[in-house]
Structure formats: structure tokens, C-alpha cells
């Protein structure tokens, strides 16, 4: 299923992107929206050896954000080691911390995995989860381990939730152009469930002057559901202007 829907993604050509946005739902709803920013991703195959994954966390409340002790992360198709260095580097950080009851539940950050395996060759990942979080301490983060072409970041965020089809268009819409555009503060809960995590990486890019360009925006009336209570998906890439 992951090879069709990246076969049948439009990717366009040039370097990978420093990081995307993509979301999470069942792949028969969002997996064709997220496979339009995982095939921009193709390009780094052999370059990509680090991932910092982040998303929300949906089944549990803390402070900070949240990583997990597990020595990998297990797919259909295989195995993903964490980038044990990588947790030490970042538990030094007071926002940081190891959290697994709040990653055993969540699906947020496991239904990308997939992607990634088919996309890029061997890689570490480093999970990460945006509790009750100011940006400013997920922009710190993210400033620690952004390093060079070998590291990418991906976001997981779905966008609106269970409004009719027009009112989740327009609100996506809106959403698409605040990415677009850098603007952190116009997007909150109403509009990204990941909304914590895309605004430390939208201030991240906007001091590193980087170009956010929406690949597909898309909801779930236009995939595999009905129209009168959809969720939103967007796949979004950020590279150097």
C-alpha cells in the first residue's frame, strides 16, 4: 500500500526538503496526502540517516515534551533503532523527558514509520511528543539536534476535526496559507491537533529563513469518507529558499 500511494504521489524534482509535515490517520484516509511530502524525500535516500520524529500526544497530559526508552520501534517492516545518544543529548534539556506510558497508546508518530522505511535506507529515529508545552521550549529542541542533511523533520499533525466538508476546506485553507506564510500564532487546536509541534518548527524555520510549500491539502471527504463530519490532512515540505 505505502509503494502505490508514493507511486501515485506527484513529487517534484530537486534536493529533499529539511523537514515536513504530514499527518496521521488510517492510510485509506490520509496515507495518499502524506505520501505527497514522503516522496520529496526520496531524492535524500542515501543522505537522511537521523529523523526527529514529533507529534502530539492524544492520550496523555504532561509538561514538556516526551521521548521513550525503547531501544526501537517496530513495523511490518521492521525494525527502527532510536538514536540512543541523540535521548542522552536531549534529556539534558529540563523540558525533556523519558515518558512511555504516553507513547505506548499513540499512533501519531508509529503510522509513519512505514513511509519512511520505503523511502530511506537505513536510519536512527528519535520520537518525540508535545505535551502542555510553551513553542519556545519545542524550538529549543528542535534547534538541538537540526544539524546538516544527514537529519530530517518530520511533524505529525492531522488539521481540522469532524467539521462538515466546506467549514474543514475554508479552516484548512486558512491553516495551509499560516504555514505558508511562517505564521506560528494563527494556527491552535481548532486547526492542527499537532498544532504545539508545528509551531516550534514554523518559528525554527522562520529564523533560518526557509521556504514552507503546501504539496496536497486534502480531508478525508475527498479520500475514503463521508462529507458530513471529515477530518483535514496537509502535507507540507520546508527547504532552504
Known amino acids: 500500500m505505502v509503494k502505490n500511494l508514493l507511486a501515485s504521489a506527484k ?3 530537486g534536493p529533499a526538503p529539511k523537514a515536513i509535515i504530514a499527518p496521521h490517520a488510517g492510510y485509506d484516509y490520509s496515507g495518499p496526502v502524506a505520501a505527497s511530502a514522503y516522496g520529496c524525500l526520496q531524492s ?23 521521548t521513550s526508552s525503547a531501544d526501537a520501534f517496530s513495523t511490518p517492516l521492521g525494525s527502527v533503532s532510536v538514536d540512543k545518544d541523540t535521548i542522552v543529548q536531549l534529556r539534558l534539556l529540563p523540558q525533556v523527558k ?15 514509520l512505514p513511509f519512511l522505511q520505503t523511502v530511506l535506507d537505513e536510519f536512527a529515529l528519535v520520537p518525540l511528543l508535545v505535551g502542555d508545552s510553551p513553542d519556545e521550549e519545542t524550538v ?11 537529519t530530517c523533520v518530520v511533524v505529525s499533525s492531522d ?7 466546506d467549514t474543514a476546506q475554508k479552516l484548512d485553507l486558512g491553516t495551509s496559507q499560516a504555514i505558508e506564510a511562517i505564521v506560528p500564532g494563527k494556527i491552535d487546536g481548532k486547526g ?3 498544532h504545539r509541534a508545528l509551531a516550534g518548527l514554523m518559528a525554527r524555520a522562520a529564523k533560518l529563513d526557509l521556504r514552507a510549500t503546501t504539496r496536497d491539502l486534502r480531508n478525508s ?7 458530513h463530519r471529515v477530518v483535514g490532512y496537509g502535507a507540507f515540505v520546508f527547504a532552504e529558499r
Do not use: M, N
Open 98 to 112: 523519558v515518558f512511555d506510558q504516553a507513547h505506548e497508546p499513540e499512533h501519531c508518530l508509529e503510522v509513519h
Open 192 to 194: 492542527a491537533c499537532g
Open 140 to 150: 529549543e529542541v528542535l534547534a538541538e539536534v537540526w544539524d546538516g542533511p544527514e
Open 11 to 13: 513529487t517534484p524534482d
Open 44 to 66: 535524500a535516500r542515501d543522505t537522511i540517516k537521523r529523523v526527529v520524529l514529533i507529534g502530539p500526544a492524544h492520550y496523555a497530559e504532561f509538561a514538556g515534551l516526551a
Open 221 to 227: 471527504g475527498d479520500t475514503a469518507g463521508p462529507r
Open 159 to 165: 488539521l481540522s476535526h469532524y467539521l462538515d466538508y
